[in-house]
């Protein structure tokens, strides 16, 4: 069974430019969370999705950032337009139920020069 | 202000030694995580743990939250250069344990 998966691995895009981030997590699991990772600190969780709604997205850092799961499947977090400061590692994770283990992909290492 | 400590941030050692990592905080959790992380990869859940003076054990990790709830260690013995890699803990509370306070994590290097 493929586990959660994340598009591109790596994007390096100017400030003032638009990403779009993908997250498929694993087929099944209705919960779906985005974490981020600047460098020097720690990993910080940004929204959970259950299906296709927002369970929370307190995370969420400013209104640059918009996150969609249309279908409840696969979801995607669009940074427009990217600033300096939203370089870092972005996780997704998925889980079958809100308790219990969250499985994490292996994360969009994105830079903003 | 890290909610979440952890120490030591990094700890390089030799194959069969024993070591312990911890994780500090001031806030209570109703439960903390504990993950490993490598190079290129998300982190990988190894244990949860609920109950203050809760020990688990899996193979040579021992994991154990504190009896306040504010702290936890995971002791490892016998190191072997494949349990090289980052340990981070991660608290939850009540309700939510999925918007998790994360510390910045202990770089293990094992070295053979």
């Known amino acids: 069974e493929a586990g959660v998966t994340q598009f591109p691995s790596h994007s390096v895009i100017e400030k003032g430019q638009t990403v779009t981030l993908r997250c498929d997590p694993i087929?099944?699991?209705?919960?779906l969370y985005w974490y981020r990772r600047v460098m020097g600190k720690e990993i910080k969780f940004l929204l959970h999705?259950?299906?296709?709604?927002?369970?929370?997205e307190s995370g969420m850092p400013n209104n640059r950032f918009l996150a969609e799961r249309t279908g409840g499947t696969y979801s995607t977090l669009k940074v427009q337009p990217a600033e300096l400061e939203d370089s870092g590692v972005y996780f997704c994770?998925?889980?079958?139920?809100?308790?219990?283990?969250?499985?994490f992909g292996q994360g969009t290492r994105l830079t903003v020069v | 202000t890290q909610l979440l400590e952890q120490s030591p941030q990094f700890l390089s050692i030799q194959e069969g030694e024993n070591l312990t990592v911890y994780c500090n905080s001031s806030?209570?959790?109703?439960?903390l995580q504990w993950y490993r992380q490598e190079p290129g990869e998300g982190p990988v859940l190894l244990v949860t743990?609920?109950?203050g003076g809760e020990v688990k054990k899996l193979k040579r990790l021992t994991f154990q939250f504190g009896d306040a709830r504010k702290d936890s260690s995971l002791h490892i013995t016998a190191a072997q250069p494949g349990d090289t890699g980052l340990y981070l803990c991660?608290?939850?509370?009540?309700?939510?344990?999925?918007?998790?306070?994360w510390g910045l994590g202990t770089s293990l290097a094992v070295n053979p």
């Open positions: 806030s209570v959790f109703s439960s």
């Open positions: 991660a608290g939850g509370y009540a309700g939510n344990n999925r918007k998790l306070i």
């Open positions: 743990v609920v109950t």
């Open positions: 994770a998925s889980s079958p139920r809100q308790a219990g283990e969250a499985f």
């Open positions: 087929s099944g699991h209705d919960n």
């Open positions: 999705f259950v299906k296709e709604s927002k369970q929370d």
